[in-house]
């Protein structure tokens, strides 16, 4: 799998990539699983999270695999591969102000939302910056 962040992405998300040090990036399937969510998502609904960690932050154990990605590796939880695409993009779309996930064939969602938990211990419940 790969996922290529467009330059208009890279400019929305370059707040918090530079900010100063290194970041791991995790694309988050919110599935209701891990230290990232708050409750699971029953409803049919789709819902994906970008978290920016300092790079030095130990990962959370149910983030198991990675793939390539033009800003480096991005982690994820290895059981939810399928609700991810072998050629992925995240986009910026300032009209409606939001990062698209598209596949090659679909949108796999919407509006992917920005968890900046840089500098912050990990918790149950993400109390960084969040922007969506």
Do not use: W
């Amino acid at each position: 799998m790969k996922l290529t962040v467009t330059p208009a992405a890279q400019k929305r998300l370059a707040k918090y990539l530079d900010a100063g040090s290194p970041k791991r990036l995790i694309l988050d399937f919110d599935d209701g699983v891990g230290p990232f969510s708050d409750i699971g998502d029953c409803s049919l609904g789709v819902n994906f999270k970008l978290i920016l960690l300092d790079a030095d932050k130990e990962l959370p154990k149910d983030f198991d695999a990675h793939f390539a990605s033009n800003l480096g590796d991005v982690y994820y939880k290895g059981y939810t591969k399928s609700q991810y695409a072998e050629h992925m993009k995240l986009d910026f779309e300032p009209n409606y102000f939001t990062m698209p996930l598209k596949s090659d064939f679909e949108t796999l969602c919407d509006n992917v939302e920005v968890v900046d938990l840089t500098t912050r211990e990990l918790t149950h419940a993400p109390a960084g910056t969040h922007d969506c």
